[in-house]
């Protein structure tokens, strides 16, 4: 199967979640947060950095519950100003 190549917007996105779960970490390592969510350090930090911008549903699930943060926050953090021109968040 081949993938289609992300989009300007996707990757921005992609980067605006990284950088919210980010924050939302704060001193708790990626470690830490990652086994409390079920998934590997290794996907947290590809998520974090943007490399892995479109994570799976589950994946976004966990990682929300384990940072205690609602599924609806972080789709609002992730929509782009009026000015990008899209009013999305983070549907495919």
Request: charged share 25%; hydrophobic share 50%; proline share 5%.
């Amino acid at each position: 199967m081949v993938r289609t190549p992300l989009t300007p917007w996707e990757r921005e996105r992609g980067e605006r979640f990284g950088a919210l779960l980010r924050e939302a970490r704060g001193d708790r390592s990626m470690v830490e947060v990652a086994a409390v969510a079920g998934v590997s350090a290794e996907t947290l930090r590809k998520i974090e950095t943007g490399r892995a911008p479109t994570p799976a549903f589950f994946t976004i699930a966990a990682l929300a519950f384990a940072l205690g943060l609602s599924l609806d926050e972080l789709a609002a953090a992730c929509v782009l100003p009026a000015d990008g021109g899209h009013g999305e968040a983070l549907s495919a």
